[in-house]
């Protein structure tokens, strides 16, 4: 896959000093019957009677995450870049997902982790010969609030 975009997205999550990261990609990675995560035995068993149950993907749907690990925001990876995401529906074979770990709408980014994304978005803007311009929300292809009604993506844009 060679990305055309960024895709920029929020955790809905509230960030602390526990990796969150990793129950993300567990979420990601389950079986899901209304919302709740449930084993693959419960999601036959549920198949059997019809019920409409989620399969896992094969990875956390974004490339990278950008969170408050021990107290210092660190990038981490998710799917490798040459494998297609799964955060944005309609959009997903020709762009990278970056999820930064937090809540958006209710609070603002950190100074620390808002710098730690502007780096890591310039680096892939460089390594894929992108413009600020390829970087989008989530927001402008659904419905969702994501990044965040909170997150400037004009203001962060302009950084890169």
């Given at each position: ?10 955790s809905l999550t509230n960030d602390g000093v526990t990796v969150s ?37 094969s990875d956390i749907g974004y490339h990278y995450g950008v969170e ?15 494998k297609v995401g799964a955060h944005t529906t309609g959009e997903n ?68």
């Amino acid at each position: 896959m060679i990305p055309k975009r960024i895709i920029i997205h929020h955790s809905l999550t509230n960030d602390g000093v526990t990796v969150s990261w990793q129950a993300i990609r567990q979420y990601h990675m389950s079986y899901h019957y209304n919302g709740k995560i449930i084993t693959k035995d419960e999601a036959i068993e549920l198949a059997k009677q019809n019920k409409q149950i989620e399969s896992p993907w094969s990875d956390i749907g974004y490339h990278y995450g950008v969170e408050l690990v021990n107290f210092k925001h660190e990038i981490l990876v998710g799917r490798m870049m040459n494998k297609v995401g799964a955060h944005t529906t309609g959009e997903n074979y020709d762009s990278l997902g970056i999820c930064f770990i937090g809540n958006f709408d209710v609070i603002e980014i950190t100074p620390e982790q808002w710098l730690l994304g502007i780096h890591l978005v310039r680096s892939l803007l460089e390594v894929f010969n992108l413009k600020s311009d390829d970087v989008y929300g989530h927001n402008q292809f659904s419905t969702k609030t994501c990044p965040g009604r909170l997150f400037d993506l004009d203001a962060f844009r302009g950084a890169l």
